[in-house]
């Protein structure tokens, strides 16, 4: 498999690609088989679910596959109240000072509760076995800090003081909910890995709104809990979003693989021994096919001397994203060569 490769420094015929959100509302063939379903259901509908997945890969012939599921998917499962609405995203209903609602955090069982993961993992590893065998299967979870955000926010923010203000003002009970949601995610990892996935992307995606010092200090030691423990059994790529303050500290927990985000373009301080993941600006697949071309192929020399590098964009594809714009670009990354 490319991606594996790519991870474990192995030769390659050329740099792997996959996409963040590379399923979902930019490709036609995604509404005709969502059709008038809600999100949240359709991510539980097994069938559906799998043929998204492998939407990309079948259109694009993509190297990574990654479940489509949402990072809030282990809340949802533990009887959290999470509605999706078109234009503001998810909107959680929890009280985190509340003992009964915070004692559901304690309770995550994905054998029983999110079985149908497992299903869906498995319809992959069945059509990737049968037909595309260096296809990797990529498995993820939102990281603690990302889901606290959502069940004090309630939605998403842009600022996060709501999450500050409690992280400062209430710092015992902020260590026992991120105890507990370090615990879902781990285990909802390892269901995943028990399920067949071979690499896994955690997704810190408001960890960038911390400074230094409080992502040290607040969500360090609970990121380094769970990469230590889930890379013992397979690679761990990590994305934080907007984190070019904190990329010298994201290092320290020893990825397999660190995402870049799209504003990063320096890599000086990233050792060999961790792979680079991205980064293109997801907006520039907004704009002329030259352009996109073009920034292409300067991501490709920036970062392809490497040999552990996987192309990706630098967040997730934009739904208004042109299905041209993303051929050139796959067409610019297939023929590109050192």
Known sequence: MRILKALQKQPLDRVPYWFMRQAGRYLPEYHQVKGSENFLSLTKNIEKSIEISLQPHKRFDVDGVIIFADILTPLEALGISIEFRETIGPVVQFDIFHPEQRQKLKQFDPENQVAFIKKVIQGIKNYRDSRSPETGIIGFAGAPFTL??????????????????????????????????????????????????????????????????????????????????????????LFVGNHAHLTSLLVELKPSCLSLDWRIERFDDIPDDIAIQGNMDPLILLGKQGRVTHETTKILERFARRKNFIFNLGHGMNPHTPLHNVEAMIETIRNFRL
């Open 148 to 237: 606290l955000s959502y069940l004090i926010e309630r939605k998403t923010s842009k600022q996060f003081e709501n999450t500050k203000e409690f992280m400062f003002n209430f710092e015992d009970l902020y260590h026992e909910v991120m105890m507990d949601l370090t615990s879902i995610t781990i285990s909802y990892l390892n269901h995943q890995i028990d399920s067949g996935v071979d690499v896994v992307q955690l997704f810190d995606s408001w960890g960038g709104y911390l400074t230094f010092d409080q992502y040290h200090e607040f969500v360090f030691p609970y990121m380094k809990k769970i990469i230590d423990e889930i890379k013992r059994k397979i690679p761990v790529i």
